[in-house]
């Protein structure tokens, strides 16, 4: 039956459209299939110029990472991919949790890559930086109103807070970190006291919420940095008008800003893991990182790296201590609380 | 019933315009139809059998618990204001290009069906962005007032009725084209009667055109419907929980797919409902298709203001479903042009799968449409499963599909997951290549086929000098229908398409959910454009009515 | 070259149904024959058996010398030479009419077909729409142009199904003539399927009146119509009314609207005695006395309806009648016009 199929159907496409790629079930050597949640432009670049230095293919598939997640479970032993992309510690905690990564020990990525920003273990490795960071309206709240995570939870800002869906992972793992700053209860609170001063029923991206700030709809949003950095450095002028109307704070008392990654591991089932180790050390390169972040507007994980446009303008902050691993482990209390806030 | 019975004719009936080589091509297997059934059939009924077997569970429990409701009304509610927007915009304007004249009415009535070469999520970034809270409507309310975003209160397009909105905007189509159908075959004797016995403009309407049509009307919102439940891709990006974004979630984030199955039932009962209900409606739509078609209506000349009032309302509409969003679109490309993203291979792509997809479902179809000649059983079997498939949503049968893999001893990649998504193309879309095919062989009437032989015509030369010649323009419509259905489908491509295989739809959908409307809105366009084509080569075929109909 | 066809013992069936039951029948060289009857009588159904576009259950069909049906051989329609006439006209709507009549001259060099078709063309009278496409010209000429088609490939013999009957009365004559007298040139066996009686009499040489998948009479106009074999053949031809008749002492069948001869060889006492309308006399001498029920003139006769006690007749005179509704008038039966029959 399944050879029927196959040949019924391969026939009608073969057919229909002479020639065009097709995959076979064995991948040639010197071939990495990468699995990326990423959908940059700029990593075609990254690809290409990974294949220029090593010789190596790169095959990638682009999906949301639950996608990805889904489709490599289904896969099972007999996955393709090599290399896993992921925006995300919890995201790339999932892929652990559920076997899909390996560990691989490397001296290149140990000495590029500070401890706490890669899995003990070396499931995965953080790559590029990304500050959840507090946007405001500076003609309605102070920069002292907002000027950490536990201020949003102030009865002075009843009526002034936007925010997005508490399902999305950025909030999870936000969540999760002050779970492990503060403990469940105090956590528990914050986010009912933060609901509380919001100015409408959560709604859109970070996009949408700096948007929302600029508008006059409410005063204060939790974002990543880097949506309001692509604002500022729009060829849009309403863009870059919106990003003027706003002020960044990044949160430095208590335990600082909370740091996420972008971050990549090697498949559990990898066919080519020595290839796929290559290109993890090659995303540590100068070449690499500039790649990696040059349209995303994240900060390099490397020092030295030449940053992207528009984020020599925001100042140094305090990077958070809490390891990355935290953030996948506290996920479900995470949402747990959200849901008991009643953030949506 | 045997195959000879069914192909039989009695003396007065009309023998079969089928081309007779491709029948007996067709007849020495019902089961060459049968295997076609099989394969479309396949992803709808894995679907079904997982949900039902398979469906229960932890994940099912807590879906129920938390989201079903949310899921179910959030369906009914867009559901309900999909049909509520459609009925007054589209019938309305149906009646009024049918049986009036007004300044532009040629070009409104093919302009009001442009809306069909726009899928739902590509509206919705368009709406998204200029309804917003920065959009270019409330900016200028804010400009003119003053007021600040919080002081005032607009519709919120990232709700349910803003989903429905901006459905209802894609959807509308399909009941403006079956109304006008309806109005302008039936309006012409019974509405003159009605004048005659002197019942006045509105009653006419309401009285006689309205109850005549309404058949039409029922089947045409059953399809918008059927459309509206299975989109996926408008409702995910403006955040509202329908049905088949529960679907998708339980698969994509509880990784649960056999409870996304069970969810799935409830979707495949209410698209059979609508089916059902489509077809009961065309069976009785069909009983005044008879009248004669050659007398054209003469439209009465609105004059003044009331001919000021129908230009407004057709370019409302037209802005609603077309412009506005169109127009957003185009500046949204121009003001990203520093990042114009690479879109050679994601076009080539879309032509490539959808070509594939297009090809197979086109095959497939034309084995229906010629088997549903013989009025055998099988062919009427084929008939609801094709329709099944086609009211079926997309994640929906790509869960489906992925069982089916399962079953066999396959992974969803390269081949074989181009396969599944190809069959699932073909599950969901054959429905829409078969009433078109089927016209086109119907205008080729056994009596060409008998006159050709008596001219002593082989069968290959029958095929090659008759039958293709006249089918091939209806045909080439089919191909042309399915391409550009294949070419805007999302959530199925998403879930199923192999490496290094980027569609269009695919690479739009990923910029908006990036938060990348800028960019998401030159892939979008190329959507729209391509789409744009072959409806305007359609709504020219249809409104100019029987334009080379030489066979009645 | 002229070759007639006989058809022996040709029966179908469809399902439990016969309809076509044993029917014999020769069509000479030079004469058209008209299949008459009711719908459903079997008469197309026949008349596809002969083109060879369906397979009879039983039976023979020759053309000339050769079989074409039966025993086990069945030519195809595409190998007969036999010309196919449509009530539908069954044009090639992609075709002009020169090309729709050139379909059946494919063995020919082009320019050969080409002249032979525009010849056609011009025998049908339409010589100036030869590059016109069928949905271009009226019903009249697509017929025209379909008689051309059907006789340009010089077939062996021509069959037409209902072929004047989708056009309107004005125009019949005119194709109708045409097309007779382009067939009637060429001297092959013509088969004409109507189901006007009219027209079967003013163009056939001879009728066959087929009920119930027999042939239950064939004859000249003529000879069916003064000399009906059966009450069915009887009506088949003309209008006829029907009155009881009873056997009087001098061999006389009697009936209220006077005596016609009886039959030889019947052994009844009852019978039907059929009157055709222009058989009756409406006169003033010592005949039989009815009472007028109406009168009406139509063109050049007047309608008349008498009755005698409860049976009434119809009546054609050419000569005016001067009584006024519900006055007697008298009545004569004219023999050539009654035919008597066993009552049923």
């Known amino acids: 039956m399944r050879d029927f199929l196959t040949v019924v159907f391969c026939g009608a496409i073969l057919a229909a459209c002479g020639g065009a790629e097709t995959q076979t079930e064995n991948e040639p050597a010197g071939t990495i299939n990468v699995y990326s949640a990423r959908h940059y432009d700029s990593d075609r670049l990254m690809y290409d110029k990974f294949e220029e230095q090593t010789g190596i293919r790169v095959r990638f598939r682009e999906m949301s990472s639950n996608l990805l997640f889904e489709t490599m479970k289904s896969e099972g032993a007999s996955s393709p991919a090599d290399i896993v992309i992921a925006a995300d510690a919890g995201t790339l905690w999932k892929f652990q949790d559920a076997g899909l990564l390996r560990p691989v020990e490397s001296d290149v990525l140990n000495a590029a890559i500070p401890e706490k920003f890669r899995e003990p273990d070396g499931h995965w490795y953080g790559l590029a930086k990304r500050a959840r960071i507090i946007v405001y309206d500076p003609d309605r709240v102070s920069e002292e109103q907002v000027g950490e995570y536990g201020a949003l939870a102030d009865e002075a800002l009843k009526g002034e807070l936007c925010m997005r869906s508490s399902s999305n992972i950025y909030n999870l793992s936000l969540m999760s970190e002050l779970v492990e700053r503060w403990g469940e209860d105090e956590a528990g609170e914050w986010a009912e006291s933060v609901v509380s001063n919001f100015s409408r029923d959560p709604r859109g991206g970070d996009t949408t919420q700096v948007e929302s700030i600029a508008a006059g709809e409410c005063s204060a949003a939790l974002i990543n940095h880097y949506y309001w950095v692509r604002m500022a450095t729009s060829r849009s002028e309403d863009r870059r008008a919106m990003a003027d109307a706003t002020a960044l704070a990044f949160p430095e008392t208590g335990d600082g800003t909370h740091v996420n990654i972008t971050g990549a591991g090697v498949a559990a089932n990898a066919p080519n893991p020595d290839a796929a180790l290559a290109f993890l050390e090659f995303l540590t390169s100068k070449d690499g990182q500039e790649l990696l972040v040059s349209e995303t507007k994240e900060f390099p994980m490397v020092d030295g790296v030449k940053l992207p446009d528009g984020l020599e303008e925001l100042p140094d902050f305090i990077e958070s201590a809490v390891a990355l691993t935290k953030l996948g482990e506290n996920q479900a209390t995470a949402q747990t609380l959200y849901d008991r806030a009643g953030w949506n | ?552 | 070259m002229s070759q007639d066809i006989r058809v022996q013992g040709l029966s179908r069936r469809y399902g439990n149904e016969t309809v076509v039951d044993m029917v014999d029948l020769d069509l000479p060289h030079g004469t058209t024959t008209a299949l008459i009857g009711a719908s459903g009588a079997g008469k197309s159904t026949l008349l596809r058996m002969i083109a060879g576009l369906e397979t009879p259950d039983a039976g023979t069909v020759q053309l000339g010398p050769g079989l074409v049906s039966g025993d086990g051989i069945m030519v195809p329609p595409e190998r007969r030479r036999i010309g196919l006439i449509f009530q539908d006209f069954a044009l090639f709507p992609h075709l002009s009419a020169v090309e729709n009549v050139r379909f059946g001259l494919s063995h020919l060099a082009k320019p050969e077909g080409q002249a032979i078709a525009a010849d056609w063309l011009a025998r049908v009278g339409l010589a100036d729409r030869a590059y016109a496409f069928p949905h271009q010209l009226s019903g009249g000429e697509q017929q025209r142009v379909a008689i051309a088609r059907a006789l340009a490939p010089e077939p062996l013999a021509i069959l037409m199904d209902e072929p004047f009957s989708g056009l309107d009365p004005m125009l019949r004559a005119d194709v109708r003539d045409a097309a007779m007298t382009a067939i009637r040139e060429v001297e092959i066996p013509a088969l004409i399927v109507t189901h006007d009686s009219e027209e079967a009499m003013l163009i056939a040489d001879r009728i066959a009146i087929m009920h119930a998948g027999k042939i239950i009479q064939i004859g000249t106009p003529e000879e069916l119509y003064s000399a009906p074999a059966s009450p069915r053949a009887a009506s088949a031809l003309g209008p006829v009314s029907s009155v009881k008749g009873r056997l009087n002492g001098r061999g006389m069948v009697e009936t209220a609207f006077g005596a016609v001869n009886a039959p030889k060889d019947m052994d009844s006492n009852t019978f039907q005695v059929l009157i055709r309308p222009e058989a009756v006399d409406i006169s003033d001498g010592n005949a039989a006395r009815a009472v007028l029920i109406s009168k009406r003139r139509l063109g050049y006769i007047f309608q008349i309806i008498v009755q005698i006690e409860t049976e009434s007749i119809s009546v054609w005179s050419q000569k005016p009648v001067s009584a006024v509704v519900g006055e007697t008038v008298s009545v004569r039966l004219d023999e050539a016009g009654c035919f008597v029959f066993p009552y049923e």
């Not at chain 2, 999520?121 to 709406?127: D, F, I, R």
């Not at chain 2, 997809?357 to 094709?386: C, D, N, P, Y």
């Not at chain 2, 049968?397 to 089916?404: D, E, N, P």
């Not at chain 2, 090659?464 to 491509?493: H, Q, S, Y």
Request: aromatic share 10%; glycine share 8%; net charge positive.
């Open chain 2, 1 to 552: 019933m045997t195959a000879q019975a069914g192909t039989d004719n009695f003396e007065e009936k009309p023998f079969q315009g089928v081309p007779r080589l491709l029948k007996e091509i067709v007849r020495p297997g019902n089961a060459l139809i049968a295997l076609a059934i099989f394969l479309v059939g396949l992803p709808l009924f894995s679907t079904v059998l997982i949900g039902i077997f398979a469906g229960g569970g932890e994940t099912w429990n807590h879906i129920i618990d938390t989201f079903f409701w949310t899921y179910l009304t959030g369906s009914l509610v867009v559901l309900s204001g999909v049909a509520l927007l459609i009925l007054i915009t589209a019938v309305p304007a149906a009646w009024i290009v049918t049986v009036y004249d007004f300044p532009g009415r040629q070009a409104f009535s093919w302009l009001l069906i442009l809306p069909l070469a726009a899928p739902g999520y590509v509206l919705a970034y368009s709406y998204a962005d200029l309804l917003g809270v920065v959009g270019p409507i409330q900016t200028a309310i804010r400009d003119a007032t003053g007021l600040a975003a919080r002081d005032y209160w607009f519709p919120d397009i990232r709700s349910r009725w803003g989903c429905a909105f901006v459905l209802a905007a894609a959807l509308y189509p399909y009941v403006y084209l079956t109304a006008r159908a309806a109005f302008t075959s039936q309006s012409v004797c019974t509405l003159e009667a009605a004048q005659a016995l002197g019942a006045a403009p509105w009653r006419r309407f309401t009285q006689v055109a309205l109850p005549g049509a309404r058949p039409a009307i029922v089947a045409g919102l059953a399809l918008a419907l059927m459309e509206a439940a299975a989109d996926y891709g408008a409702a995910d990006f403006l955040g509202v929980q329908t049905l088949t974004v529960g679907v998708f979630r339980a698969w994509s984030s509880f990784s649960d797919p056999a409870a996304g199955a069970r969810l799935a039932l409830v979707l495949v009962a209410l698209a059979l409902t609508l089916l059902w209900i489509e077809r009961r409606r065309r069976g009785d739509a069909g009983t005044q298709a008879s009248s004669i078609r050659w007398r054209t209506i003469q439209r009465k000349k609105l004059g003044g203001w009331l001919s000021l009032l129908a230009v407004v309302f057709c370019s409302l509409i037209f802005i609603w479903g077309f412009a506005a969003p169109f127009v957003r679109l185009i500046w949204l490309a121009i003001e990203a042009r520093s990042s114009t993203p690479p879109l050679i291979k994601p076009l080539l792509n879309s032509i490539f799968l959808a070509g594939a997809g297009a090809a197979a479902a086109f095959i497939i179809a034309l084995i229906f449409a010629i088997g549903a000649r013989s009025k055998s059983r099988v062919a009427q079997v084929a008939k609801w499963i094709a329709a099944g498939g086609y009211a079926t949503p997309g994640a929906v049968l790509a869960l489906g599909g992925v069982y089916a893999l399962n079953l066999l001893p396959f992974t969803l990649t390269g081949l074989a997951a181009l396969t599944v998504l190809v069959l699932v193309y073909v599950s969901r879309f054959t429905a829409a290549g078969t009433g078109p095919l089927e016209a086109a062989l119907g205008r080729a009437p056994a009596s060409l086929n008998a006159a050709a032989r008596s001219l002593g015509a082989t069968p290959i030369q029958r095929v090659w000098r008759v039958d293709l010649p006249i089918i091939l323009p209806g045909a080439a419509a089919a191909g042309l229908i399915l391409f550009v259905e294949t070419l805007k489908e999302l959530p199925a491509t998403l879930m199923l398409r192999p490496f290094n295989l980027d569609t269009l739809a695919v690479r739009a959908y990923a910029y908006a959910s990036d938060e990348r409307l800028e960019t998401a809105a030159l892939p979008s366009l190329v959507i729209v454009l391509c789409g744009l084509l072959p409806v305007i080569l359609l709504s020219w075929r249809l409104s100019t009515g029987r334009a080379g109909g030489g066979v009645e």
